[in-house]
């Protein structure tokens, strides 16, 4: 059915005009007095409020001497990784986290050490003492709890509290007892158990993550709210953008299902300290007056923007009181402009050269812990050396911390094999979870693309005539794919599919036909034209216990989401130490036909990135089983297809099975025995060399074994190795472009391991190293049959009779190479 959001002539054509809200800016006009004579807070409240903060002003400093000084309170170390302190901005980092609940989940930046201790203090005062030892005994299997259990403590909570520091501080100095077994680091550590999520180093990069978060909270109904803790320099950033308008885009209002409507429940929590590292973005770099003003006019409620003052924990408190109200009523996101100031410098090797003396001192004389602690004192809540006992207290627990941080002995390094293993779980779901009432619009019988592959052959050979049967009469490629996908659909709750055209359009190559008419909004909607949102939410949709299907309709669109495919999805497995697992598999098209920016094979960018596995399948039956191993498996995936095998049916397998089954991924495919060549192919190349080896057999006798890599990574060298034995010859083909190519780490790995049964060097047959041309020329830069049996004859074995056309010299080869070709 066609959606009904009609664009009428003469209501758009109208002459009109928009009145964009104002924005309130530091509203707030409580006192602490105010607060605890209408019971907002008690005189406990006030006192911890300032506790906190004290302690992220001594964890901040601790660090800062030790970057500097090389020592602590008398304890030498010398700390090599970065450190961001945020000191000046704990009334923002407390404020903020004040009421939050352990199931909200604040996702931050590189400067994150005071949100993580805020996020961390506040949620262990909302625990139970039972859960507190419930997850520090289970967590890591107790490696960090057993550390601080060396120092007595007198309560759970205290027990808590040097949990909490010491597993970051350990983590900060890569230790196998941090939070992460140190594998994130200052600017990437997080703790799930008390809603702490993963702090990102790059500028911004948490926005569309804590984006799909929220998705996650909306469309599995998990309680709690997501916050993105993002500075004001990240608004210069395309990512964040993207991410405001995915977490208020439309059709949460106009499409999506009644109890599911409404933006996404996110605070964007800009810490506004008005520098980048030392460009100011207000008057500078950016072109707002007020940061709050980039979301006016973003969706009718201007997602609720406020400007509010950071320095004083109290108004952010009361913001996001309010502002929790907002969520839950469905009108999120929220976008909070927190002003605060940095006093420290932007790293421990900041001069502090782009901004004056004079204005960090008129900073330092409203010093956010002074400020509190005034207030508190004159309140009557507590005298100065109550204040002094609490800073004292707070100081000691640094420097316990720090003695066991720094001793190898205590507090000793992750191992390298570590690393390795935590780059993968390798997991494959035994069952999946099963589906709610609501979670399919009918029975799959009844979905029409069912139907009609129903009727159509599984097999792509006509058993009478022997010839290749078409699409309209064999299961396709394309076919396969929604086969397999539409179980995973009828059969996992977590799972959803966005991407651009994913819905109406039917997904840009047609796998998506008919899943419209069985899935509610909330499982399949199209996104906006927004590849780093999409991949960024994605990810974020996944740390939550989620799974995604994305799609960017062509390879060559990854660059728009290069980070998020990069460095957040490839590494957050491994940088929780395994504790995070990351479901997503990104399916990317490779295309042909359509010129220099819509043909490209980027199989190699991805496979270089470690923490991704890649798949390339080329025939139905592989498509159809290996996309059920990437939706049952718990590492992302980047799923490739090319464009030239959507319409194909299977040639190689008897059938397709209408039965659901699994391929392994990393399991190459012998296609065709042979015993003079072996030729591995990448995606659609398969063909190519099919016709190839048809030809060498037929005109030169030279019998090819075909092996279709279908993986990259991982990938089982096994059967090729033997193969290689058997054939001594080695030919490899992809439609990426020769040079830095995947196949090139194949050739290399297949030398190393087979190099005594080799008889010829081992061959590559790439796409030209050139922009790929228009559909006319494309013969000129894809490999095709013949370059295969070209370069078979100049470099393995003479064909007798063949008649080159290039010319394959080495001097050739050196010239072009010379000339960047
Ligand atoms: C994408 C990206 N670009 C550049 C950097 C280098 N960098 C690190 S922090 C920073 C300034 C960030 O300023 P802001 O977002 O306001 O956060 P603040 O440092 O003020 O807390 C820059 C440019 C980076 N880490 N990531
Ligand atoms: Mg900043």
Redesign the pocket.
């Known amino acids: 059915m066609v959606k009904q959001l009609m664009v009428v002539p003469e209501k758009v054509r109208r002459s009109d005009s928009v009145e964009i809200s104002s924005i309130p800016v530091n509203q707030y006009k409580g006192t602490l007095a105010d607060e605890i004579a209408t019971g907002n807070l008690s005189r406990d409240d006030a006192l911890k409020i300032y506790h906190d903060m004290v302690f992220i002003r001594g964890f901040e400093q601790m660090l800062g001497e030790i970057k500097k000084l090389g020592s602590f309170k008398g304890i030498p170390y010398d700390h090599k990784g970065p450190a961001h302190l945020s000191v000046g901005q704990e009334g923002a980092a407390v404020g903020e986290s004040f009421l939050l609940q352990p199931h909200d989940h604040l996702y931050g930046s590189h ?1 994150s050490h005071g949100e993580i201790l805020a996020k961390g203090l506040s949620a262990i005062e909302k625990m139970a003492d039972g859960e507190l030892t419930r997850v520090m005994e289970s967590y890591l299997d107790g490696d960090v709890l057993r550390i601080v259990e060396r120092e007595s403590v007198e309560s759970i909570t205290e027990r808590a509290i040097d949990f909490l520091l010491y597993g970051l501080l350990a983590e900060i100095f890569a230790r196998r007892t941090g939070v992460n077994r140190g594998m994130g680091g200052s600017m990437h550590a997080f703790f799930t158990p008390f809603g702490v999520y993963p702090n990102n180093a790059l500028v911004g990069g948490s926005a569309d993550i804590a984006a799909g978060a929220a998705l996650y909270k909306k469309v599995q109904g998990a309680p709690g709210i997501a916050v993105a803790n993002i ?3 990240s608004t210069g950033c395309g990512p964040v953008w993207e991410a405001l308008n995915f977490s208020s885009m439309g059709q949460f209002w106009t499409l999506w299902e009644e109890g599911f409507r409404g933006g996404l429940p996110i605070v964007f929590a800009f ?6 590292m030392g460009g100011q ?1 207000q008057g500078e770099t950016m072109a707002f007056e007020r940061l709050a003003c980039l979301a006016s006019g973003l969706n009718r409620y201007n997602m609720h923007a406020e400007t509010i003052d950071g320095n004083n924990p109290l108004a952010v408190i009361d913001a996001f009181r309010r502002k929790s109200q907002v969520l839950a009523a469905g009108e999120g996101p929220v976008v909070l402009d927190i002003l605060t100031y ?1 006093q420290s410098g932007h790293s421990p090797s900041d001069a502090s050269a782009y901004r004056t003396r004079e204005e960090i001192d008129l900073w330092r004389e409203v010093d956010p812990i002074r400020e509190l602690g005034t207030e508190i004192v004159n309140n009557g809540l507590a005298s100065n050396e109550d204040l002094k006992a609490i800073r004292d207290a707070s100081d000691a627990k640094m420097v316990r911390a720090c003695r066991l941080a720094v001793d190898l002995d205590i507090s000793p390094r992750t191992t390298g094999n570590e690393i390795a293993q935590v780059m993968f779980s390798h997991e494959t779901e035994i069952a999946l979870p099963g589906i709610g009432e609501n979670d399919v619009l009918k029975p799959l019988a009844e979905n029409s693309r069912v139907k009609t592959i129903a009727g159509k052959s599984r097999s792509g050979i006509d058993p009478s005539s022997g010839t290749v049967l078409g699409e309209q009469k064999a299961v396709s490629f394309r076919d396969a794919l929604f086969e397999s996908i539409v179980h995973h659909f009828y059969h996992d709750r977590r799972l959803i599919a966005y991407g651009e055209e994913n819905r109406d359009w039917d997904g840009a190559f047609a796998v998506y036909r008919g899943m419209t008419e069985s899935l509610p909004y909330r499982r399949l909607f199209n996104s906006p034209i927004s590849e780093a949102a999409i991949v960024g939410t994605a990810v974020g949709y996944a740390i939550e216990g989620g799974r995604a299907l994305v799609e960017l309709m062509y390879c060559d669109f990854m660059g728009r989401a290069g980070d998020e495919i990069f460095n957040q999805m490839a590494k957050w497995q491994a940088m929780s130490a395994g504790v995070l697992r990351m479901p997503v598999v990104l399916r990317v098209s490779v295309g042909s036909k359509y010129g220099a920016q819509h043909s490209q094979d980027w199989t190699a960018l991805t496979a270089h990135i470690p923490g991704l596995k890649v798949v390339f399948p080329a025939t139905p039956y592989d498509a159809k089983g290996l996309m059920a191993s990437a939706l049952s498996g718990n590492d992302p995936v980047v799923f490739f297809e090319s464009q030239r095998t959507y319409g194909l049916t299977e040639q190689f397998k008897s059938e397709v099975p209408a039965e659901y089954y699994k391929i392994p991924i990393g399991t190459p495919d012998v296609k065709r025995s042979g015993s003079d060549l072996t030729i591995l192919t990448v995606g659609a190349t398969l063909y190519r060399a099919l016709e190839a080896a048809e030809r060498l057999e037929s005109e030169f006798g030279l019998s090819v074994e075909l092996i279709d890599a279908r993986s990259l990574v991982p990938f089982d060298y096994e059967p090729v190795i033997e193969s290689v034995r058997k054939t001594g010859r080695l030919l490899l083909a992809s439609d990426a472009c020769e040079r830095g190519s995947f196949v090139n780490t194949m050739a290399t790995t297949v030398q190393q391991l087979a190099f005594d049964h080799l008889d010829a060097p081992v061959v590559i047959v790439g796409a030209r190293n050139w922009i790929t041309p228009a559909a006319e020329l494309e013969d000129l830069f894809f490999p095709t049959a013949t370059s295969i049996v070209e370069a078979v004859h100049a470099h393995i074995v003479p064909l007798t009779g063949f008649q080159p056309t290039e010319d394959h010299t080495a001097a050739a080869r050196m010239r072009d190479i010379r000339d960047g070709v």
């Open positions: 400067r500075g004001d320099a810490m506004n300290n008005f520098y980048g973005t940095r």
